[in-house]
């Protein structure tokens, strides 16, 4: 199959593009940068794209009808300090790039047949013990709001004809970025501990699984996709577990909690929404499905991504 990547520069889209060109699929990388982008994998082609456009400029379209699959997965990064600016930034990056590009495939004489698109768990709000499933009720918060209109977006794929899935996606766990790669440090050095009161839920996946299940997803038979998953491993933990398997995974003591107000403090609103509050998010769909996780556990999963 050829299958285009938005975002194949970043994190979850980098994995995705090793782990389809290593299937032998045909992959190109849609970037917003000019020229071919440092960093992909061997094998992945790269083809310009500008978010902010109208949808109706030929080259991206021209790029679309070439496309047997599309996986959108583009958007500004959300785990920084939230200034109004990065605020609009997170929600037009997402919004305004689906429509261009949902634009773009109906304009399209052979669109692709499928598009996975990202979304992710903070589409459920924060939610305390409750646990979540595909069906469970948006959040009305900064993220529930971005999530649903971003969801929303991509389901206008739908009136070309595309069989369109809405991923919400967990805490993506690397070394090499994202959540893990910004606690490393402190933790490497035995500062690191328990966030808040610990209690909240964390529904991390393993980056791997995560790319793993976008390939699934992209296998599944045509008509049988349901429009949603929740791509986190089965066994979500709260933070003081997590805190707790990382500290066993790296060896090191994990006795410095970092107090609520502190991290407000750090990094304001963003804190609240995403480090001292989660969700117990769990995967049905995938599971139903019949995808099988290779790191369903968080301690198993630590060791294998940073354990000493
Ligand atoms: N990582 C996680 O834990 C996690 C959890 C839940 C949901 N998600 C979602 O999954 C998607 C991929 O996540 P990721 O961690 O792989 O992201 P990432 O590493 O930050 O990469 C995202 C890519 O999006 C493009 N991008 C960045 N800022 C943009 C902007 N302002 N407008 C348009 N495109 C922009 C960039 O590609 P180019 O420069 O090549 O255009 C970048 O490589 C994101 O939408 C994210 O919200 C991630």
């Not at 071919?36 to 978010?51: E, H, M, R, T, Y």
């Not at 990065?86 to 004489?109: D, H």
């Not at 790669?181 to 991390?204: C, D, E, H, I």
Request: glycine share 14%; aromatic share 6%; charged share 20%.
């Amino acid at each position: 199959m050829r299958i285009g990547i938005t975002g194949a520069t970043g994190l979850i889209g980098g994995a995705l593009a090793s782990e389809l060109a290593g299937r032998g699929h045909d992959v190109v990388a849609l970037t917003r940068r000019a020229g071919a982008p440092g960093g992909l994998p061997a094998g992945v082609g790269s083809a310009q794209w500008n978010p902010d456009g109208d949808g109706a400029d030929a080259g991206l379209v021209g790029v679309l009808e070439e496309l047997d699959a599309l996986v959108h997965l583009a958007g500004e990064p959300v785990g920084k300090r939230w200034t109004a600016a990065r605020k609009r930034a997170i929600r037009t990056s997402r919004i305004g790039g689906t429509k261009t590009l949902v634009k773009a495939l109906g304009a399209a004489r052979t669109p692709p047949t499928r598009l996975l698109a990202a979304s992710a768990v903070g589409y459920y709000g924060p939610c305390g013990d409750e646990e979540l499933d595909e069906e469970a009720p948006p959040g009305t918060d900064f993220l529930g709001a971005v999530c649903t209109e971003w969801e929303d977006a991509a389901a206008g794929a739908r009136q070309a004809g595309i069989e369109t899935v809405a991923m919400r996606i967990g805490v993506v766990l690397s070394p090499r970025g994202g959540a893990l790669a910004t606690m490393l440090p402190p933790f490497r050095m035995g500062v690191g501990g328990r966030v808040g009161s610990g209690r909240q839920w964390m529904p991390w996946i393993h980056l791997a699984d995560v790319a793993a299940a976008m390939v699934h997803l992209l296998d599944v038979p045509a008509g049988s996709l349901d429009p949603v998953y929740n791509l986190t491993a089965p066994n979500p933990v709260t933070n003081a577990d997590f805190t707790s398997a990382l500290g066993k995974a790296l060896r090191r003591p994990t006795i410095f909690p970092v107090p609520g107000f502190g991290m407000r403090l750090a990094f304001g609103e963003m804190a609240g929404a995403l480090l001292l509050s989660g969700q117990r998010v769990v995967p049905r769909r995938l599971l139903a499905s019949g995808f099988e996780f290779r790191h369903p556990d968080i301690g198993p999963a630590l060791m294998d991504l940073v354990g000493n």
